[in-house]
């Protein structure tokens, strides 16, 4: 069992930035992590996903080139950096661990997810 927990969440103005990150307490570089987000109202979608070894990245095709995720195996943390923030990036932000084979975008492929960070960009 891992456990998650979010950090780094925060009011922003839009065109900012955030850096999240996840802190296992566990061991998780044997696996691939991901980041979701939830706004109010709306279903969990797929944000980001880092493989492993940190060599494979995925990103929704709405964030590339806005938000980039980051592993450090040694400190088994994983990170999400978000830039030109817009208020529809607002949500809570959540890590998890896939541990399962499948679409690295669905939420279902994944299990130990932590508690979330809010995040808000006000516009």
């Known amino acids: 069992q891992v456990q998650l927990v979010e950090s780094g969440g925060g009011l922003v103005q839009a065109g900012g930035s955030l850096r999240l990150s996840c802190a296992a307490s566990g061991r998780t570089s044997a696996y691939s992590m991901g980041w979701f987000r939830q706004a109010p109202g709306k279903e969990r979608e797929f944000v980001a996903r880092?493989?492993?070894?940190?060599?494979?990245?995925n990103y929704a095709d709405s964030l590339r080139g806005r938000f980039t995720i980051s592993r450090d195996n040694a400190k088994n943390t994983v990170n999400l950096q978000m830039n030109s923030l817009k208020p529809e990036d607002t949500g809570v932000y959540y890590c998890?661990?896939?541990?399962?084979?499948?679409?690295?975008?669905?939420?279902?492929?994944?299990?130990?997810w932590g508690q979330g960070t809010q995040v808000t960009v006000s516009s």
């Open positions: 998890a661990t896939k541990t399962r084979p499948g679409d690295v975008q669905s939420a279902t492929s994944y299990d130990w």
């Open positions: 880092i493989s492993s070894t940190g060599a494979i990245t």
